[in-house]
């Protein structure tokens, strides 16, 4: 497993921004040639630390968390966002409306032993507060963008409160958040402003699932304008 160094909370606010982040060609050094999941992971990787809007495809995307995994998206020719208006027009959050993206034009997956791949989606329940009741009922309210897995370890980015940022995973053990050699198991990432009732606060504890869109599904009049 990869050693990672102790992450601040992630809060999902949205940070003040100078200009738009854009979203470049993968690095041909740390394998972005490969397939497109990987592809996916390298452009999310190279985002790491970014704190304003991004940009992809001469579209600018929010800086927030499904801000960030439409513009890695984008950047290889998946209009994500567009799929998230036709799967779910009404809905507000972003990450809910990721999620029902991927069910109409994927699979949702998660448990049962099924690890998710380099460029999948992940998402999360109650990471803040959203319909602020003070309680834990708010479905999918994050979504990050996997980078790999190891030993039972999910490794992944996400735009947190402040930046672009790498986090921790490990659904077997959702309770810790160190391994015995300091290794980190599961990141914080609920934002506790304002607090709620449960306590959860680590990837873990509110871990939802994954997704992962496939391409052969997209509209083809929507993956011509993304430039595919």
Known sequence: MSRLAPLALAALALAACAGPARVGRPDPARGGDGDLG????ERA????????????GGERFNPDCSGFVQAVY??????LRRLMALASPRETSGAAAAYQAVRAY????????????PGDLVFFHDTYDRDRDGRADDPFTHVGV??????????FLHRGGRAVVRAALTPGRPDATLAPDGTRLNSPIRDRRPPLRDGAT???QLFA?????DPARVPRDLARAAGR
């Open 146 to 155: 996997v980078e790999r897995v190891r030993g039972g370890t999910v490794v």
């Open 45 to 56: 990787a190279a985002l790491v630390g970014e704190r304003g809007a991004f940009r992809a």
């Open 38 to 41: 990987e592809r996916l992971a």
């Open 209 to 213: 699932g994954y997704g992962r869109i």
């Open 202 to 204: 680590l990837t873990g």
């Open 106 to 117: 994927g699979v949702a997956f998660g448990g049962g032993g099924q690890w998710p791949a």
């Open 74 to 79: 984008q950047a290889e020719g998946i209009p």
